[in-house]
């Protein structure tokens, strides 16, 4: 008993190192610091394992300027825009960052491609310690490439990360990092309209063990996958299907982040989705069959109120909604133009902005009526994804979608952010990587 006791407590005093990030982390956050939710299991965590292990405030943070960089010496030929297949082509190089909770950040690297050195027991493969962010670099063609608010893609990975107990870091320092990778792989953007490279950091727990628990261990990496345009012709309208079989998320849940776990069990859905003749789900909550979002998309919706103004809805953020760059700009847009600072042709002149709850009843109840005038998904891959089709309690409802395939709202959203993306409409959301050449 005696025994058992005190290896216990060595086990605790062992790993104490683990919940030393926190407070590092707090001092290298430059965009936010974690959701309280992340800062109270972080907090508990660092009380249970009483700490004896480097103070953190030693320890160094991610750091642009320790960059190596190893250049493949065997370069590939891009191949042509028209064959490209989503994700599964990839630059020459990678950015990789090792952290460990005694050493804090190492020096990042740019190196070739290339496969990963993992142990077996490493966490992640296990128990899912891992988190990753979507965005894209936009390429034109006098050269230019651009980002678009890669700082909100910082912000929700050390959110990310920070609910799955691994380390944060400085999200100004990704970003430089980020340029030099996609600025010595800028001849990989396809510059052909609508097409981009899609850039996708991620971070792994890569602690070698079966225990679970916070990480001592992490790797922050960084790969580039050039992509066509969403939609190959014309926009094309999705049906959904109201799914209420299966949650996406739930009070209390990871839904507010992207952390990988939330992922894989979607894929049932989507395929049963598929086989019912819809292409994606729509993901329903509650008694009230709460509209949450589409795929792994934010929802949106248009309606004619009842005192005939147009109101743009979405759902509010919580842990049942993952919080959008898209959806954040999308309603940016929205509200500057809804108080007159900001006009945007194409809106409607009575728009009123939504975050709020809206569930199947009101939607059902809308159609019905005439007033459910658009729906549409929101992400960085398609920006935005009109639906013409919702199957609900074995019926259709009808969305109209016009002759182009997407309402009026749809279509002027699509154009003001793809505007902003590539930096033909002037906004301080577009982040100049490489000026092209004149
Ligand atoms: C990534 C993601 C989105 C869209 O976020 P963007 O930042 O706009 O790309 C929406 N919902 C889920 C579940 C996501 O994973």
Known sequence: MQSSMSRALRCVSRRAGVAVHTQATRRTLSFSTPSSASAVILNSTRRQYATSAPDPATLPGLDASKLKVTLNEKRSTPPPSSELKFGSTFTDHMLTVKWTSETGWGDPQIQPFGDLPMHPGAMVLHYALTAFEGMKAYGDPSGRVTLFRP???????????????????????????????????????????????????????TQPTLYVGPTNEALLYVVCSPVGPYYKTAIKPVALLGTDKYIRAAPGGTGGYKVAVNYAPAVVPQMEAEAAGYDQNLWLFGPEYQLTEVGSMNLFLVLRTKDGATELVTPALGDLILPGVTRDSILAIARGHA????????????????????????????????????????????????????????????????????????????????????????????????????
């Open 151 to 205: 700082d909100k893609n910082m912000e929700r990975l050390n959110r990310s990360v920070a609910r799955v107990t691994l380390p944060t870091f400085d999200g100004g320092e990704l970003i430089k990092l980020i340029k030099e990778l996609v600025k010595l792989d800028a001849h990989w953007i396809p510059t052909e309209p609508g097409h981009s490279l899609y850039v996708r950091p991620i971070m792994l727990g």
């Open 339 to 438: 108080s007159g600072k900001a006009p945007i042709d194409g809106l409607p002149k009575d728009l009123v902005v939504s975050e709020r709850k809206i569930d199947m009843a009101e939607v059902k109840q809308a159609a019905s009526e005439g007033r459910l005038l658009e729906v549409f998904g929101a992400g960085t891959a398609a920006i935005v994804s009109p639906v013409d089709r919702i199957g609900w309690e074995g019926k259709d409802i009808m969305i109209p979608c016009g002759e182009d395939g997407a309402g009026p709202v749809t279509k002027t959203m699509l154009r003001e952010i793809v505007g902003r993306q590539y930096g033909r409409i002037p906004s301080e959301w577009c982040v100049v990587v490489k000026e092209g050449e004149a």
